[in-house]
């Protein structure tokens, strides 16, 4: 048996192989096009989805401190329903909402309730960015922000970029938050 090179195949063999060869580029390059919008997008979705969910938990804790206004309980009391409630709170599965405050100490945190009361200014991600720290000097804006890190995730080696929106309840100088891996 003799191989034969393309210039041995029939016409209509040689036309096909074109066509296929031309679809198959013009389709990565496509490709090549999309996905990097399609990603920005995708990006763009979850920041609003992790921003709406942070006004709603800025919702709850200024209708406690309202309450606190008006009388009906004390305003450590307050704290404690809002920071309780907060710390309830579960989106995506298993995202959560954390508080800080503007001197980086941790209020409620419902994966490091060991860590509530405590100075978070030396915790760090995986590239040493100062994350309590960022999250205070973000929420000093008036419509808070996002930060973007890269941090480990359970059951991951590897740390993976995280986006994660913050705002500031400036009469108790709390800084809710949350985020999700990107």
Same mark, same amino acid.
């Given at each position: 048996?003799?191989?034969?090179?393309?210039?041995?195949?029939?016409?209509?063999?040689?036309?096909?192989?074109?066509?296929?060869g031309?679809?198959?580029?013009?389709?990565?390059?496509?490709?090549?096009?999309?996905?990097?919008?399609?990603?920005?997008?995708?990006?763009?979705?979850?920041?609003?989805?992790?921003?709406?969910?942070?006004?709603?938990? &800025?919702?709850?804790? #200024?209708?406690? !401190?309202?309450?606190?206004?008006? $009388?009906? =309980?004390?305003?450590?009391?307050? +704290?404690?329903?809002?920071?309780?409630?907060?710390?309830?709170?579960?989106?995506?599965?298993?995202?959560?909402?954390?508080?800080?405050?503007?001197?980086?100490?941790l209020?409620?945190?419902?994966?490091?309730?060991?860590?509530?009361?405590?100075?978070?200014?030396?915790?760090?991600d995986?590239?040493?960015?100062?994350? &309590?720290?960022?999250? #205070?000097?973000? !929420?000093?804006?008036?419509d808070? $922000?996002? =930060?973007?890190?890269?941090?480990? +995730?359970?059951?991951?080696?590897?740390?993976?970029?995280?986006?994660?929106?913050?705002?500031?309840?400036?009469?108790?100088?709390?800084?809710?938050?949350?985020?999700?891996?990107?």
């Amino acid at each position: 048996m003799r191989l034969t090179g393309y210039r041995d195949w029939p016409i209509q063999y040689k036309i096909i192989s074109l066509t296929i060869g031309s679809v198959f580029f013009v389709v990565i390059g496509i490709l090549a096009y999309l996905l990097p919008l399609i990603r920005a997008q995708l990006i763009e979705e979850k920041g609003q989805a992790v921003r709406n969910v942070v006004e709603t938990a &800025y919702g709850v804790v #200024a209708a406690e !401190a309202s309450r606190a206004q008006k $009388g009906e =309980v004390t305003e450590d009391d307050a +704290k404690k329903r809002a920071a309780q409630s907060l710390r309830a709170v579960r989106y995506f599965g298993k995202e959560y909402i954390f508080v800080s405050d503007m001197s980086a100490r941790l209020v409620a945190h419902p994966l490091r309730p060991e860590q509530e009361g405590k100075d978070m200014s030396n915790y760090g991600d995986a590239d040493g960015l100062k994350l &309590y720290v960022e999250f #205070a000097n973000t !929420a000093k804006t008036p419509d808070g $922000g996002f =930060v973007r890190y890269r941090q480990l +995730k359970p059951g991951v080696t590897t740390p993976l970029p995280k986006l994660t929106y913050v705002k500031q309840y400036q009469p108790w100088g709390w800084v809710i938050g949350t985020g999700v891996y990107i």
